[in-house]
């Protein structure tokens, strides 16, 4: 059995037609639908973000069942996504993190080592080293060296301190 869409006035299956609510078949295809939509959001980018987002939190269930399924399927997909939005905040692409990479030599840019530390049954990526106050990116860093120079504060007196300590009582 098949349908014209009001839309695109072309005669198409009655699965290419969604459901409304009450389970009544739509005029329009789920083609045009979905191109009507985004050119409805693509007018009100503010509008449909804050609709999404309230929809999001009163729906935390069905977002958290989609999100799971989603994440089981596309597992390197996801992996990039999470990768290439963390080093967002670096302002750096993953092209420049693999040349990073691939420049150290998978090597952490004090210690000369390879990460050791393990999350998720894997061996984690070096760490994005940056200036705080700049922004800055000076390289790639294993976790503790990362860890080491938070907690020295970045500061080069602390350090010159800390190695004037370690000479003088090994």
Not at 49 to 68: A, I, Q
Not at 88 to 93: G, L
Not at 126 to 136: E, I, N
Request: proline share 1%; hydrophobic share 30%.
């Amino acid at each position: 059995m098949s349908k014209v869409c009001h839309l695109c006035k072309i005669s198409k299956k009655l699965e290419d037609f969604g459901k409304h609510e009450i389970k009544i078949k739509w005029g329009i295809c789920k083609e045009c639908a979905r191109n009507k939509q985004k050119i409805c959001r693509d007018r009100n980018p503010e509008k449909y973000k804050t609709r999404h987002n309230n929809w999001c939190k009163n729906n935390r269930d069905k977002t958290n069942k989609y999100s799971k399924k989603w994440i089981s399927s596309n597992k390197e997909k996801h992996e990039l996504i999470k990768q290439s939005n963390h080093l967002k905040k670096y302002n750096i692409s993953i092209d420049d993190f693999n040349l990073l990479i691939k420049k150290q030599n998978n090597l952490c840019a004090i210690c000369k080592n390879p990460e050791t530390a393990i999350f998720n049954k894997k061996i984690r990526k070096l760490a994005v080293d940056h200036c705080h106050k700049t922004l800055k990116i000076r390289g790639l860093l294993c976790g503790n060296c990362n860890i080491a120079l938070g907690k020295f504060k970045d500061s080069v007196e602390i350090l010159e301190s800390a190695i004037s300590y370690l000479k003088e009582y090994g």
